[in-house]
């Protein structure tokens, strides 16, 4: 009985230093900057409602990790880097807002929301990643529609690719959220043409 109790003892103490040596890694997270919003475009539109939405996110983007691409074919979601919501949610909220000072005094709202006057942006996110090269590059298919005929106006493709100071997930996440500022005003700068 003895010989049992010892043996006990020294196999619970093995199993206490292993799980001492697997501690999970701490997940940091992170959010997109809203701010400074942009200054509104000088434009003669008339008062009207802009509907943004839906937006889509590649497959591989719709997860909480953050991706970084290496090379043609490799991509990293990484684990102890993580959004701090729902990405699809951030970037919309972040376009709602920068739209909203760009083209003031239209109401800029997400979609779908009241119908009448005004024009509908649907946004599909092809890639928001960084590169192995120090780059920030965000890819995107937009169109916008007039919400009271339906009828499409425009179509078209952004690619935005920006150069990181450094490797930190801080420059990235940053770097990603002036790229989408951009965004924001290449799509309001057609919305007023």
Known sequence: MKK?????????????TLVGCFQATPVRQYILITEPIPQALDHNLEPMTILIGPVK???????????RRH?????????????????????SQKLIADLGGLLKPAQVLAYPGPAGQG?????????????????????????????????????????IHMLLSDDSFETLTTVLSKGLTQLGQEIATSIVM
């Open 57 to 67: 996110l590649a497959n591989y983007l719709d997860q909480a990790r953050i991706v």
């Open 119 to 159: 024009r509908r942006v649907s946004i599909d996110i092809l890639r928001f990643e960084g590169t192995d090269d120090k780059k920030a590059i965000i890819e995107a298919n937009w169109t916008i529609f007039d919400l009271e005929s339906k009828e499409m106006l425009k179509t078209h493709s952004s690619l």
């Open 71 to 91: 090379g043609p074919t490799r991509i990293d979601a990484l684990t102890g880097h993580q959004w701090a919501g729902d990405l699809t949610e951030m970037i």
């Open 4 to 16: 049992t109790t010892f043996w006990s003892i020294i196999m619970i103490c093995g199993l206490v």
